[in-house]
């Protein structure tokens, strides 16, 4: 069973940064591609970037939001910058434990594993 678990959210002011992580237990992320999602209230989830051997991101969050990875910590990190309060939600990570990102990588319904979430609240 892949357990994926986010970590690194928190309550930030506009135009801040945090990174967030995502890790998991009994598992090697290193050749699955991984996406972030965010969930803001009433709202649906909506898919913020995926990593395989290339990045997507959607466009709301391109040039502020990097994703990485870091293999010999089997971990994958979202980083975001001058974030704004239309950022705030629970970010999740997801994967369907294949080497590349689907093509619509943005549709929830191509993952299988996700995570927990992470809050994440921008505001003053």
């Known amino acids: 069973q892949v357990q994926l678990v986010e970590s690194g959210g928190g309550l930030v002011q506009p135009g801040g940064s945090l990174r967030l992580s995502c890790a998991t237990s009994?598992?090697?992320?290193?050749?699955?591609?991984v996406a972030w999602f965010r969930q803001a209230p009433g709202k649906e989830r909506e898919g913020v970037s995926c990593?395989?051997?290339?990045?997507f991101y959607a466009d709301s969050v391109k040039g502020r939001f990097t994703i990485s990875r870091d293999n010999q910590k089997n971990a994958v990190y979202l980083h975001m910058a001058s974030l704004e309060p239309e950022d705030t939600a629970v970010y999740y990570c997801?994967?369907?434990?294949?080497?590349?990102?689907?093509?619509?990588?943005?549709?929830?319904?191509?993952?299988?594993?996700w995570g927990q979430g992470t809050q994440v609240t921008v505001s003053s």
């Open positions: 990593v395989d051997t290339i990045t």
């Open positions: 997801a994967t369907n434990l294949y080497p590349r990102c689907p093509t619509a990588w943005r549709n929830k319904g191509n993952y299988n594993h």
């Open positions: 009994g598992y090697t992320l290193r050749y699955d591609a």
